[in-house]
């Protein structure tokens, strides 16, 4: 049996989609819509309060996130960068335990290339 999603449960779940939108669309928001979403994906912000924060009307608030979504939305359906970061992370989290192992169980030039992979590594984590 399909257990129903409260409400609260889908606006957290929305939110989070926006979030993973803006950590790889951010260049096409405008400096208004990236504001409005910074204060969106805070789950204790609403409409109402974000609206009050920066002086502007709920329903201006609504159309901004509403638009810049749409816009992230249309490009990650084309390019599907999401998804793509979603498994590049997984794998340097696999490649890192992997490396983890390895150099627990050796010693010498071994570690030492161990060590060294492990600084690529992070460095590909900072471009991730």
């Not at 939108?21 to 204790?44: F, V």
């Not at 696999?94 to 290339?113: H, N, P, R, T």
């Not at 161990?114 to 992070?122: D, F, H, Q, S, T």
Request: proline fraction near 1%; aromatic fraction near 2%.
């Amino acid at each position: 049996m399909k257990k129903e999603i409260s409400g609260r449960e889908r606006k957290l779940i929305k939110k989070t989609r926006v979030k993973e939108l803006i950590e790889t669309y951010h260049g096409l928001l405008t400096d208004k819509e990236k504001k409005i979403l910074s204060l969106y994906i805070d789950p204790n912000n609403n409409g109402a309060l974000i609206a009050r924060k920066l002086n502007i009307s709920r329903q201006a608030v609504h159309d901004h996130i509403r638009r810049a979504t749409g816009k992230m939305e249309k490009c990650d359906f084309k390019a599907h960068l999401v998804e793509i970061r979603k498994r590049e992370k997984k794998l340097t989290i696999e490649l890192e335990g992997m490396l983890d192992k390895i150099e627990a169980a050796s010693s010498g030039d071994v570690a030492q290339k161990v060590k060294e992979a492990k600084e690529v590594l992070e460095s590909i984590k900072k471009l991730l």
